[in-house]
């Protein structure tokens, strides 16, 4: 189950509860609202948002974050630092977009008891790839929310994946209308499904 920050319906949280792997992001807003189980906290590992979160003693014992045992940074260090160049003619004002702190998120892991993990960026040269096939207009990066589909799609190929709160919008340089042309394909090829605003009939029991 992979728990967007946007709107969950009615009867989710009993749903993502039950699952057997739960991924909510970074500050876990989907918290309460979408359940608690939470074996994942996907973060954004460089910029503002990282810097914010590692700073925060809220976030650091938030009870999302807490009960999670491993902590998964989507931002390939190498390809991040292979844009910055590029980015500060394209967009000057995104001038510590590249920043990393990814060796900031091992410590806490390592000072908490969590596993960290690193999206490699084969993920998200692939997941870009992908969304080439829907024209999108120019952008900077995939949300997390994609890179995190396509690292789960990649590692867990045959299991069942389910997506709530996924609203695609946000951030303005995310291609949140190609992304949700992508998902849909996928949910039409059977590789994901998204969880309806009233309780589903799983056949597994599980995400």
């Not at 728990?3 to 009615?10: I, R």
């Not at 960026?121 to 040269?125: C, L, N, P, S």
């Given at each position: 189950?992979i ?8 009867g ?5 509860d ?27 590992n460089?910029?503002r ?17 807490v ?16 844009m ?15 920043d ?20 490699d ?5 692939a ?5 080439s ?11 997390s ?21 996924f ?12 992304e ?25 029991q599980?995400?």
């Open positions: 189950m728990v967007g920050n946007g709107e969950v319906g009615e989710a949280a009993e749903i993502i039950a699952a057997d792997f739960v991924i909510r992001f970074n500050e876990c807003r989907s918290y309460d609202a979408g359940g608690t189980h939470t074996d994942v906290v996907a973060v954004c460089t910029g948002p990282a810097k914010t979160m590692l700073g925060s003693e809220s976030w650091r014992t938030h009870p999302g974050v009960e999670a045992s491993e902590i998964w940074s989507v931002r390939d260090p190498a390809k991040f630092e292979a910055r160049a590029p980015l500060a003619v394209s967009h000057p004002e995104l001038d510590d977009f590249c990393d702190y990814t060796s900031q998120f091992s410590d806490f892991c390592m000072q908490a008891g969590k596993q960290h993990w690193v999206v960026k084969e993920i998200h040269d997941v870009d790839q992908a969304l096939a829907f024209s999108p207009a120019p952008y900077v990066v995939p949300s929310g994609m890179i995190v589909i396509g690292e789960v799609l990649d590692r867990f190929p045959d299991d069942e994946v389910t997506l709530a709160g609203g695609h919008v946000g951030w303005e340089w995310h291609p949140f209308a190609a949700k042309q992508l998902v849909d394909s996928y949910i039409a090829a059977g590789r994901l499904r998204r969880l309806a605003g009233k309780p589903l009939v799983s056949s597994s599980g995400a």
